[in-house]
């Protein structure tokens, strides 16, 4: 089993550009999680799903979309990266326990 | 509503001594608790998890955790650390099985010296 993956592993955006972040699990887990880590903040929920189909707001939402249209992939948009965007992104699903990805290290200029 | 504290963000420690990392829950409802870990540029990992029945858990790496229901606490121990120990440690609470919502600690960094 591969676990949970995540692509692109490290990407540099500028100002306004567009990315999407793909992650990918093999567990046949119902829910899946975007966070987001910058130093001092710990873990930040940004949005998740509960199930093919369906998706929810986290914490810190804005300036991100997200689409689960199957149930083994979940991804994040950024429409029009801003420089508050430089973060890494991880993504995980669970039943109980959550599986993280390797992390997404994002850098917009 | 559930939340989660780690008291101390960062701990030191010399190689061979006790490793001692606190973790205090709130929660409604009879909790699952969890210790992650995460060594630089990687993702988190399962260190252990607490969901019913014996209290005292046992994980990965020599660490253990004890479930204490009347102090609200799930303190991470390891009797003697070792310099690959050197990670950030995350306590987190989830209500119980099949719920999804997960509440994250701010983290623990821990330090080995040799």
């Known amino acids: 089993n591969a676990g949970v993956t995540q692509t692109p592993k490290f990407r540099v955006l500028k100002t306004g550009q567009s990315m999407t972040l793909l992650c990918a699990q093999d567990m046949n887990h119902e829910y899946m999680y975007w966070y987001r880590q910058d130093p001092g903040m710990g873990l930040r929920l940004i949005h998740y799903s509960v199930g093919e189909g369906t998706t929810a707001k986290g914490e810190v939402p804005d300036g991100y979309n997200v689409s689960r249209l199957k149930k083994q992939n979940f991804l994040l948009g950024l429409e029009s990266a801003a420089p508050s965007q430089t973060s890494v992104y991880f993504c995980?699903?669970?039943?109980?326990?959550?599986?993280f990805g390797p992390g997404t290290r994002l850098t917009v200029t | 509503a559930q939340s989660v504290t780690q008291l101390g963000s960062h701990v030191s420690v010399s190689e061979g001594a006790l490793v001692l990392l606190r973790c205090n829950y709130s929660?409604?409802?009879?909790?699952?608790l969890f210790w992650y870990v995460q060594y630089p540029n990687q993702g988190l990992q399962l260190l252990l998890k607490y969901t019913t029945g014996a209290t005292l858990v046992k994980g990965i790496n020599g660490f253990e955790a004890e479930f204490k229901k009347s102090e609200t606490s799930f303190h991470l121990t390891k009797p003697s650390a070792h310099m690959s120990d050197a990670a950030e440690y995350f306590c987190a609470v989830k209500e119980g099985t099949g719920g999804f919502k997960t509440i994250f600690g701010a983290g623990t960094r821990l330090f080995v010296k040799a």
């Open positions: 929660s409604s409802v009879p909790p699952y």
């Open positions: 995980a699903s669970s039943y109980d326990e959550q599986y």
